[in-house]
């Protein structure tokens, strides 16, 4: 465990940084300051119109890095474009390709010695098409796009190349310990010889195994963070630690970077504009962060940040924190499995069926935005509904919690207000001995929340909540919306995760045996609200994201109504088995290999932006012939 910490770690941290520095200009001669710098791993224009979707003329893109040349020889470089372009390597011009032009191919080649060399790709666009394609050919090499060499934000010092070979060294050890750990799991001689495995605390310990594999899946082996919404959430815990206050007025330098991107002003101080649940949440995690780097690095976060951080995002903590939050959600319906009564080995599937077929991989884990830190505190609250029945001792306990997780997932997340809602009448009607109990729970949330907007915003409620409440309009877009959410090719819940079209043979089984329960019914209420209610939304396709993202929150509650399913292979014997467990295996195997492209890979990104923004033309989700999952995967 120490090599794949010690491996996570030098992945945050690291100066080895993969990619380019590209930087946008809006004009084309790449003068003045550029508009946004930042990394670049797909030498594309995707990201520039992205970034900026109006801006389709006169402007001027420059990459600059280093590559690592794995052995002397002659290498061949190709670089076309409309319009012009050049490239350098070791600061000498070696293509010339400059001039408003049609598309055109320019070459050169030239003799490197292993080890790294300086390079720089510079494109700009006067009018018309726009075109950049860069090709690299080492000695007895097919030619390949140079996306595909290995490029770096800066070149390494022969010590840090010894740092860096030893830290290739432990990530591969850190992967040999991941698997073996896999396989001691999933093997069935764990499930049938240990000797202790019905013990709850070993069950204990293999829900939080299970969690611990999901992290460092999530964390350290799936590199995409989409963190462009939620970049100023470690900003905000930061200054709540430092300051006491949830303002970016130390940050204003990187946030006028950025535009003053999803920023608001009250009272002349500088504020996200999303919702300070997920911060809060992450304070435990700053907190460490912090100390890990005074001790460590002899330098506090917040100083990294501003100095060492390109851009001032810290993309690799972002990811690590949000990967914390989704693998306990797993660990959590590894839990509500076994107490429906699942075996050992079918909650385990169960569980990992919720970490890889679905967006809590691909969108989820992604971020410090809202839907993970949602996600987990929707599953505790279920959790906690589920083992508080009547019999329970610890009813109160269990209703209580379950009050503060659900009043804490409406401070990071307010549409949560209709969990809120209907499980709150749930336990009127089902629990009223103990509701006192639950009101207690969401007080403890409830009250500061409130101090806290009444002092910050001179409001009850935040702007962003009353805000989304107004864009909420009835419209022909809703009605589009609601096919949308489920079947379109690009956004749609059941092609990006087949196996949930099973639930409605959940919901089927439980009527059919009588065994539909006023919890079962409170929850099919909230699904059905959320999903009316985001389609009412005018952006119901979620904007720049990927897949069905609205609807990552909602797992825990679908994922459950999928366990009469699961169940169902311990019930049917011979070919009615077999037909399902091949049907559940296919739906499975197809949700894992589409988000773990989100997950993965950065083409299904640019789809969003190119060749048109999909806020622009939202009819782009209905498109079978450019579905988002699949761009750039036959390039």
């Known amino acids: 465990m120490l090599f794949i910490v010690f491996s996570g770690l030098t992945e945050i941290f690291s100066p080895l940084e993969y990619g380019l520095t590209v930087s946008y200009y809006e004009n084309i001669q790449w003068d003045g300051a550029p508009l946004i710098t930042e990394t670049d791993a797909t030498l594309s224009l995707e990201r520039i119109h992205h970034h900026f979707p109006k801006l389709q003329s006169n402007y001027s893109i420059l990459w600059e890095g280093a590559i690592f040349i794995p052995k002397t020889g002659e290498y061949s470089f190709i670089i076309g474009s409309d319009d012009g372009s050049d490239f350098y390597i070791d600061d000498t011009l070696l293509i010339d390709n400059r001039g408003e032009h049609t598309y055109r191919e320019r070459s050169g080649r030239v003799t490197l010695t292993k080890g790294f060399h300086a390079i720089a790709l510079r494109y700009m666009q006067g009018g018309g098409m726009s075109i950049f394609r860069a090709y690299w050919q080492a ?31 432990c990530r591969k050890i850190a992967l040999i310990v991941c698997v073996l750990i896999c396989l001691i799991v999933f093997g069935n001689w764990l499930i049938k010889q240990y000797v202790l495995w019905q013990v709850k605390t070993q069950l204990l310990f293999i829900g939080l195994l299970i969690g611990l594999i999901v992290f460092i899946i999530y964390a350290f082996f799936s590199p995409i963070t989409n963190a462009y919404d939620s970049m100023w959430s470690i900003h905000t815990a930061l200054s709540l630690i430092r300051d006491g206050n949830s303002n970016l007025d130390e940050y204003e330098k990187i946030v006028k970077i950025y535009r003053y991107h999803v920023i608001e002003k009250f009272d002349n101080h500088l504020y996200n504009v999303y919702p300070i649940g997920a911060s809060v949440m992450a304070i435990p995690h700053i907190f460490l962060a912090d100390l890990l780097m005074k001790n460590v690095w002899g330098v506090d976060l917040h100083t990294f940040i501003t100095q060492y951080v390109r851009g001032g995002i810290p993309k690799g903590l ?26 050992r080995h079918q909650s385990l599937i169960f569980a990992m069926t919720f970490a890889f077929s679905t967006s809590a991989w691909s969108v989820g884990s992604r971020g410090l935005w809202q839907h993970g830190p949602a996600m987990l505190l929707l599953a505790g609250a279920l959790y906690c509904l589920f083992c508080g029945s009547e019999k329970s001792r610890y009813e109160s306990l269990y209703i209580g919690i379950a009050g503060f997780l659900l009043a804490f997932s409406y401070v990071v997340r307010p549409t949560n207000a209709f969990s809120i809602f209907v499980l709150t009448i749930y336990i009127f009607l089902k629990h009223k001995k103990y509701l006192l109990s639950y ?31 107004d864009q909420l309009k009835p419209s022909l877009v809703a009605l589009e919306g609601l096919a949308g959410l489920l ?17 409605f043979y959940g919901v089927a089984l439980k009527r059919r045996a009588r065994k539909w329960t006023a919890l079962d019914l409170a929850l099919a209420i909230i699904l059905i609200l959320h999903w009316g209610v985001t389609a009412l939304h005018p952006r119901w396709w979620g904007g720049h994201s990927y897949g069905p993202r609205y609807f990552t929150e909602m797992l825990p509650y679908l994922f459950y109504f999928l366990l009469p399913v699961w169940q169902q292979i311990e019930i049917l014997t011979g070919k009615k088995r ?11 195997l197809l949700g894992v290999l589409i988000h773990a492209r989100g997950a993965i890979s950065e083409y299904p ?17 209905w498109d079978i012939q450019d579905i988002q999952f699949l761009r750039g995967l036959f390039e």
Request: hydrophobic share 45%; charged share 10%; with cysteine.
């Open 139 to 169: 000695p007895g090499q097919k030619q390949t796009a140079l996306r595909n060499a290995p490029l770096y934000v800066r070149a390494l010092s022969p010590q840090a190349r010894i740092g860096y070979g030893f830290l290739e060294i």
């Open 318 to 343: 972002e990811r690590l924190i949000a990967s914390t939050y989704v693998a306990g959600c797993v660990s959590l319906m590894f839990f509500i499995a076994l107490q429906y009564g699942l075996s």
């Open 439 to 469: 009101i207690w729970g969401s007080l403890f949330v409830t009250i500061p929340y409130l101090l806290f907007n009444i002092y910050t915003y001179h409001l009850l409620l935040p702007t962003y909540s009353s805000s989304t409440r």
């Open 487 to 503: 079947f379109s090719p690009s956004r749609g819940l059941f092609v990006y995760s087949p196996i949930l079209l099973l639930v």
């Open 578 to 588: 077999r037909m399902l467990v091949v049907v559940m295996s296919i739906a499975v």
């Open 605 to 621: 990104y640019g789809w969003n932006a190119y060749p048109v923004s999909v806020d622009q033309d939202h009819r782009r989700v």
